[in-house]
């Protein structure tokens, strides 16, 4: 048993050497003897990549793209944290990035096909991590943190914090994040995106409340009516706090949206947006689902906080595109404009897990395809 253990090592190891010299044929080779295409050296004898890291570094497509069709992960990250696309977009390997963003998109539709297909067996959502050995994406925390399940979530307590220079932020219990003034600049430009052509008395829905931020830029629109839904009872009792129950035009549901689209006297509307927490790109996707029957016309238009994977650039590029292609099945076409916020040190004092770090964040607006 270990002289045969010897020997996959060696070969496997030898995949990496002629992955690195960019030799198609051999890694043909090494695969057809019985080489894993998803193996990485070890950080003693070299950086941790795997056999597709080294593919990009060789700037060989043909043998990223081999890989791929062997077994090869997607988005397996170094010890650094780095998958083989970032390090093909840091080198300028356009080929090489291109062709596992493809795979990204790619395996994460079929992933969240499959996931939708276990929601309609089962009766009832998950609330497990798929294995990040499978290559799957997943937005979920690590562990039972609120973030992780929403039932949870909106059963716990909310901390709204008030920093030294008067901006708020409010975090769940577990010391996460949930949102912060730092987010002003996306909101101020989304609400202006959707509502500055829009004649007077508008009709806008929000899905998630938070801190009322994009709320609040909705307002100076004008809108003749403006509904907010948001299930949690502390964002509620802060938002009751605050005078919106009070405000001319506004209306507040205290449920789930889930539940909240089955009232059919809820309507439809001219601007739709989402915000949620503690809730994934499924989610996300059930959404888009009922998008068409809340817009009102050919003028309406829809925004979400596209936060997917806001820590990792090539991940964020992925749920981009699949976001896209998923809003284009429904009817929907999207255009992205891109800001660039200003992040302090102290917007995650005190945080457990940061969930922004990218210099460009990109706001959509799907209309109908007419």
């Not at 044929?25 to 090494?30: D, G, L």
């Not at 988005?75 to 080929?95: I, K, M």
């Not at 039932?151 to 030294?164: E, G, P, Y």
């Not at 005078?243 to 449920?255: D, L, Q, S």
């Amino acid at each position: 048993m270990s002289d045969t253990l010897d020997a996959r090592l060696a070969l496997n190891r030898t995949l990496l050497q002629v992955v690195q010299a960019g030799d198609l044929a051999a890694t043909k080779e090494c695969l057809k003897a019985g080489a894993d295409a998803w193996f990485e050296s070890d950080e003693e004898d070299g950086l941790g990549w795997s056999a597709l890291h080294l593919a990009v570094v060789a700037n060989s497509p043909e043998i990223v793209q081999f890989l791929l069709q062997r077994g090869a992960i997607w988005n397996a990250v170094d010890p650094r944290g780095f998958t083989a696309a970032q390090l093909a977009w840091s080198l300028n390997y356009v080929e090489c990035y291109q062709l596992l963003f493809e795979e990204g998109v790619r395996h994460s539709m079929l992933m969240n096909m499959l996931s939708a297909d276990d929601d309609d067996d089962d009766g009832e959502q998950a609330d497990e991590e798929v294995d990040p050995e499978s290559g799957a994406i997943t937005l979920r925390p690590e562990g039972n943190e609120l973030a992780n399940s929403n039932a949870k979530f909106l059963q716990s307590r909310l901390i709204f914090v008030t920093d030294d220079d008067g901006k708020e932020r409010v975090l769940d219990g577990d010391s996460n994040l949930v949102m912060a003034a730092w987010e002003s600049d996306i909101m101020d430009r989304t609400a202006n995106l959707l509502c500055a052509d829009l004649p007077p008395k508008f009709s806008v829905l929000n899905i998630g409340f938070g801190l009322g931020i994009v709320d609040t830029f909705f307002q100076s629109y004008r809108p003749g009516r403006h509904v907010i839904v948001e299930p949690h009872p502390d964002a509620l009792a802060y938002l009751r706090s605050k005078g919106w129950a009070e405000r001319e035009g506004v209306e507040i549901v205290e449920k789930r949206w889930e539940e909240a689209l089955l009232d059919p006297e809820l309507g439809s509307f001219d601007v739709v947006y989402f915000d949620t927490y503690s809730q994934d790109y499924k989610d996300l996707k059930k959404f888009f689902d009922e998008v068409p029957s809340l817009m009102n016309g050919p003028d309406a238009r829809f925004s979400f906080f596209h936060g997917l994977a806001g820590t990792n650039d090539f991940l964020y590029d992925v749920y981009t595109r699949l976001s896209e292609l998923d809003l284009q099945s429904i009817g929907l076409s999207t255009q992205w404009h891109a800001v660039h916020p200003q992040l302090t040190e102290e917007v995650w004092r005190g945080v457990r897990r940061e969930y922004w770090s990218l210099p460009r964040f990109l706001i959509p607006v799907s209309r109908m395809n007419l």
